[in-house]
Each structure stands twice: as structure tokens, then as C-alpha cells.
């Protein structure tokens, strides 16, 4: 596509359900990343993936965190049950190489009641 | 650790005011610079960017140059608009690698 695409827009769920956020990212791109961005604050980087595999996932706050990318395009994090401090925007970003930059989505905002 | 700091906001100007948003980073090597823009109610975009030292990032009348003397990559602009109101996020990488982003910065213009 002409952008990165995240899916949904909004998501409001209960505390300790589980949710799955897409992301579609630029056709082409073999880096995916995923940021969270609090109210006030800077993206924090959360996973990084080159193709399928996760190059780096240091960033993941705890166990409840996981993402996929199984066919090296579409990519899926899920956050199992769900805490209110998991509140944020959630961003993807692709990349298609050394020096040419990253292009973000619009993110998932998601609330988490 | 590996960090970034940006001046507090907001920065409050009045149309045509020059701005500068300072930035300094903390990190191992030579990374790339970056300064990205989050207009009210849209995503992050890349405003400009610096790959190594002294070079000069520049787009829509920002610049910014990378100092690897003070580890810094000042965001600059000589005459400000109304739509220059957004936050502003200083930010570097190594390569491919992830970023690392600064709080932010917003930037209110008035006329």
C-alpha cells in the first residue's frame, strides 16, 4: 500500500482481556517496528522485526507482550491481559533499508478500562 | 544509557519568531539524526534528517546540523508560521536498528 496501515484506529477493552493490534506496512519494506507512545511522552520502542523473525524484542515491558510476523509483511501485537497502565498509542513503522528513514502509521490508540 | 534530550514545552512564539528546539543525544558511535513532526491529530512524520557529522538536514525552512563535537542536533527555523504548530521529537538510530526518541516538544504559534 501507499502507507502503513493500523488497524483498529480506536480500541477500548476491559482490564484483563486480550487484544491483537495489526499493522500493514509498506509493500516491499523488510523492517517492522512497533512503538507505544503515552500522553506527554516520546515513542518507546517496543519490537523490532527484519523479515519474519524478531531481531530485537528487548524492548517488550513483560511476558504479556508478543508480536508476529509469520509471513514477513502483516504484523500482530497482542497483549494478553490487559492492565490500565497498557493505555497508549500503539505505532508501527516500516523501513526498507539503511538511510531511507521510517514511515509510521496513523497508531491504534488504545484504551483500556 | 543510550537517551535523548529535548528542551521542555511548550515553546510559545509569535508568527515570523526564530525558533530553536535543542537536542542532545547520549549514544555509542556515529548514529543517524532525525527530527520527526506530529501535527495535531495525525501520525508521526520525518521532518529531516543527518547522517554524519556536520551534516545539514533541512526541509520545509527547518535545519538542523549534526554536532558531533557537542552531541547535538539543534532544530532550527528563521521565520515561524501559524502551521508550524505541532510537536516536535528529536530521535537516532544506527542503521536499521530502532529509534531512540525524545520526549518532545511542542510548539505553539500564534499570529
Known amino acids: 500500500g501507499a502507507g502503513v496501515s493500523q488497524t483498529p484506529s480506536n480500541k477500548v477493552t476491559e482490564k484483563g482481556k486480550y487484544v491483537e493490534l495489526r499493522c500493514d506496512p509498506i509493500s516491499g519494506h523488510t523492517a517492522l517496528y512497533w512503538y507505544r507512545q503515552s500522553l506527554g511522552q516520546g515513542p518507546e520502542f517496543l519490537i523490532y522485526f527484519q523479515g519474519t523473525g524478531a531481531a530485537d524484542d528487548s524492548g517488550l515491558p513483560n511476558d504479556r507482550f508478543f508480536a508476529v510476523r509469520p509471513e514477513g509483511s502483516v504484523s500482530t501485537l497482542k497483549i494478553q491481559r490487559t492492565e490500565r497502565g497498557d493505555s497508549a498509542v500503539y505505532l508501527c513503522?516500516?523501513?526498507?533499508?539503511?538511510?531511507?528513514?521510517?514511515?509510521f502509521g496513523s497508531g491504534t490508540r488504545l484504551t483500556v478500562v | 544509557g543510550d537517551s535523548v534530550t529535548q528542551m521542555e514545552g511548550p515553546v510559545t512564539l509569535s508568527e515570523e519568531a526564530f525558533l530553536t528546539i535543542n537536542c542532545t543525544y547520549t549514544?555509542?558511535?556515529?548514529?543517524?539524526l532525525f527530527w520527526y513532526v506530529q501535527y495535531p491529530g495525525e501520525g508521526l512524520q520525518l521532518l529531516l534528517k543527518?547522517?554524519?557529522?556536520?551534516d545539514k538536514g533541512s526541509n520545509k525552512g527547518f535545519e538542523a546540523t549534526y554536532r558531533k563535537e557537542t552531541t547535538s542536533f539543534h532544530l532550527e527555523k528563521g521565520s515561524v508560521q501559524v502551521s508550524d504548530s505541532a510537536v516536535y521529537f528529536c530521535a537516532w538510530s544506527y542503521n536499521t536498528d530502532k529509534l531512540i526518541f525524545g520526549t518532545g516538544t511542542r510548539l505553539q504559534v500564534f499570529p
Open positions: 543527518a547522517t554524519k557529522a556536520d
Open positions: 549514544a555509542t558511535g556515529y548514529p543517524s
Open positions: 513503522a516500516s523501513s526498507s533499508g539503511t538511510g531511507h528513514g521510517y514511515t
